[in-house]
């Protein structure tokens, strides 16, 4: 049995997040609707929130159809009183909240002398401000919890990648959050950890970032020689909120295949050229 094809069935008890709330900001796409599908096979009930209600609510009937109770309300998460309501109808309808994952973002590819003021700002409100606001609304249901937070963040945030100039400073500032969020909050049980996921298959990321004609290089440069799929961050994000990790605090889990090993990829394909292409003296 292939890697991918052993994680596609769940190996976490089926039972394991019955009676437990996870609420997913921008829960209606892409890898943060594989982990609430993950979740929601798990037992959780599943609280969503994005932009566009129709999005949303297409993720819900996918996500009652695996016997998840669900409450699926627009916010914006640069709107702390759209996300209150959200938040608010969530636990009014499926209880406290057990788990926060973090996950709304936007991202275009953009040479940094072309990004605009707004461009950049914009980028920093989403990903940076929407997952403080996030925490900062879901705090006193975590706490009743004794919950844990999921924060969705990338590779950019730790290594330079070209046009890339406001997601890399909004995913590094969302890493730094994390951790700042862990020490304050340990003390009131709740842990708080982050995902970096690497290349993931079939994503307005991916979509956002390459063309499928252009899939070939990324993944050469890939160790596992494969892009990762979207519930395979969802069986991450289920073993980080399980009593499994329940000493896990502060961490950032790189889910990549060993994409970050090859940091310097085009040093990387260069060299193994030159090296088959020399004689030892
Ligand atoms: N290149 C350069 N600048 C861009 C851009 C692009 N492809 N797309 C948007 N911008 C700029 C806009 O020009 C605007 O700046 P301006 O006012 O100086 O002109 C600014 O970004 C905000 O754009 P706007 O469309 O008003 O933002 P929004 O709040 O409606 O949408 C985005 C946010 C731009 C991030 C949008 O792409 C989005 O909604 N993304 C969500 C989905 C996504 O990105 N998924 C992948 C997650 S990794
Ligand atoms: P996606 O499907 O576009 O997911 C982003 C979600 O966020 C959408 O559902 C979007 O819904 C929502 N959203 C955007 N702006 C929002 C806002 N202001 N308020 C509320 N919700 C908002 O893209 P994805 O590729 O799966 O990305 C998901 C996460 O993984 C992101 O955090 C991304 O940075 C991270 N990531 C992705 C990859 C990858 O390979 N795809 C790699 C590394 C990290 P609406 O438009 O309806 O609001």
Known sequence: MSASKSVEQNILPNDLFVGKT???????????????RTFASLGASIGICGRSQERLDTAATGLRELGAKVS?????????EHLQAAMNASRDTI???DVLVCGAAGNFLVQGE???????????????????????????????????????????AHLPHAYQAHVGPAKAGVEMLMKNLALEWGPYGI????????????????RRISSEANTGNFIQNIPLR?????????????????????????TSLWIDGGQALS???????????????????
């Open 95 to 97: 209880g406290d909240i």
């Open 22 to 36: 996870i609420f997913v900001t921008g829960g209606g796409s892409g890898i943060n609707l594989g982990i609430a």
């Open 226 to 250: 494969r892009m990762g799929m979207t519930h395979e961050i969802g069986q991450a994000a289920a073993f980080l909120c399980s009593p499994l990790a329940a000493y896990i605090t502060g």
């Open 263 to 281: 940091g310097s990829g085009f040093f990387n394909s260069n060299s193994a050229a030159f090296l088959a292409s020399s004689t030892r003296t």
């Open 72 to 80: 699926a309300t627009s916010a914006d998460v640069r709107v702390p």
């Open 191 to 206: 842990r708080s950890n982050s995902i970096i996921p690497g290349f993931i298959e079939d994503t307005e990321g991916m």
């Open 114 to 156: 072309n990004l605009s003021f707004n461009g950049f700002k914009t980028v920093i409100d989403i990903d940076l401000v929407g997952s403080f606001n996030a925490s900062r609304i879901a705090f006193e249901q975590l706490k009743r919890t004794r919950g844990s937070i999921i924060f969705i963040t990338a590779p950019m």
